[in-house]
Nanobody, 129 residues
Framework: EVQLVESGGGLVQAGGSLRLSCAAS????????VGWFRQAPGKEREGVSC????????YYVDSVKGRFTISRDNTRNMMFLQMNSLNPEDTAVYYC??????????????????????YGKGTLVTVSL
């Protein structure tokens, strides 16, 4: 059974930090591109940050560049999202995701266009003023 289980969400004041973790199981984690997506109330889900399988390159949506850092640990089948300088606009449910891409697919394509194979159930991040 494929599982992606997020943890680390919660309530934080503006300017604070959180570190999201995602534990993967049930599929060949090393062979999959991974990423973090979020959905704020009343908005569509968006790709926040992704790591491509082909070259390990990363992508960040403009609104989080310089504040968020994505990483993965293939030895533990885990991925992480370090979030610093949080602001209320970052409030959303955050989902980790994985997809086995075909051919050379960049991190931007994974986050913005590529159909995702697996999503976790999400973890809520709330940033207060």
């Amino acid at each position: 059974e494929v599982q992606l289980v997020e943890s680390g969400g919660g309530l934080v004041q503006a300017g604070g930090s959180l570190r999201l973790s995602c534990a993967a199981s049930g599929f060949a984690f090393n062979d999959h591109a991974v990423g973090w997506f979020r959905q704020a109330p009343g908005k569509e889900r968006e790709g926040v940050s992704c790591i491509a399988t082909s070259d390990g390159s990363t992508y960040y949506v403009d609104s989080v560049k310089g504040r968020f850092t994505i990483s993965r640990d293939n030895t533990r089948n885990m991925m992480f999202l370090q979030m610093n300088s949080l602001n209320p606009e970052d409030t959303a449910v955050y989902y980790c995701a994985a997809v086995r891409t075909l051919g050379v697919v960049g991190a931007r394509e994974v986050c913005r266009y590529y159909p995702i194979d697996y999503y976790g159930k999400g973890t809520l991040v709330t940033v207060s003023l």
